[in-house]
Each structure stands twice: as C-alpha cells, then as structure tokens.
C-alpha cells in the first residue's frame, strides 16, 4: 500500500465522504493500493448517512456512497492516516490543535496539491442548494487528481 488517506471536514456528511469516492474511483482507474476514509471533525453527525445531496451527486458520477456513515476524527487517525487532508483552512487548525504527541500523519488541504488553489478550500455546500454538491464534486476530483499526481509522480506528496 502506498498510502493510507483520511479525508476531514466538519461534519462528515458533505465534502469529506464526496473527497473519499472521488480518491476510490480515480484509485481504481489507476489500479493503485491505498486506504482511504474520512471523518469529520465535529461530532453531532456520528453514525449519520451522507447529505441526500451528497449521495445524488455521487450517483450522478458513478458511485454509491449510501453505505457510507459519519464519524469523527480519532487520536488514532493521527498515526494510522499517512495523509490526513482537510477540505478547508478551518478544519486544518482544528486538526493541527487535536493533533496528538507521537502523530505522524502529514496534514494538508486537499486543495494544496491543485495549481493556484493552495491555501483554499473546498465550499461547503451544506447551507446551500443542490448545485453546490457539483461544485464540491469538482473541486473534490481536482483536487484528488492533484493529489494522486504528486503522490506517484514526484513522491513529495
């Protein structure tokens, strides 16, 4: 296994488990070994399906994450994780405070591996409509494909 990934955002319902099927396809399209999850880092989601939006737009781009189920960021996480990849600058600091004495998961946004996007995150597109889950998924994709592309290609990942 060349990694082991952990996707982060707040609540574990929206953006992270979208990151987490966008890694499973493109890791199947390129017949690499990796683990991949994604925890949130709030709590009040726990054990909670994905957003019924997050699940559409899934399933409108191949992938059922209906099974998928919340939970929240472990110490654990911090040593079992090789990459721990936030969705926004938010949830970064809050797993830079949480992070435990002994971790050595590399943290980063997801978004630092996409040309002239490091720094940002991913919207959350809770609050808003339908549209926003296509936002999310693109952003989510981009940023996966940058990710992978720096893992295999030039190692710095």
């Known amino acids: 296994m060349i990694a082991n990934i952990l996707f982060v955002c ?20 390129r017949a690499l070994d990796m683990g991949v999850d994604s925890a949130g880092t709030g709590d009040w989601h726990v054990g909670k399906p994905p957003d019924r939006r997050a699940v559409a737009v899934a399933r409108r781009h191949g992938i059922d ?35 435990p004495t002994g971790a050595t998961a590399r943290l980063s946004l997801l978004l630092d591996y996409v040309p002239g996007r490091a720094g940002g995150g991913v919207v959350d597109p809770y609050f808003g409509g339908d ?4 936002v999310a998924w693109a952003d989510v994709t981009t940023g996966v494909e940058g990710f992978l592309d720096a893992l295999t290609g030039s190692g710095a990942a």
């Open 10 to 29: 707040l609540g574990n319902i929206c953006r992270s488990p979208l990151a987490e099927a966008a890694l499973r396809q493109a890791i199947a399209a």
């Open 65 to 99: 994450i209906s099974g998928y189920r919340a939970r929240q960021v472990s110490a654990e996480d911090f040593v079992r994780f090789t990459h721990i990849l936030a969705l926004d600058a938010d949830n970064l600091r809050d797993l830079e405070v949480e992070r």
């Open 131 to 134: 549209e926003g889950f296509e």
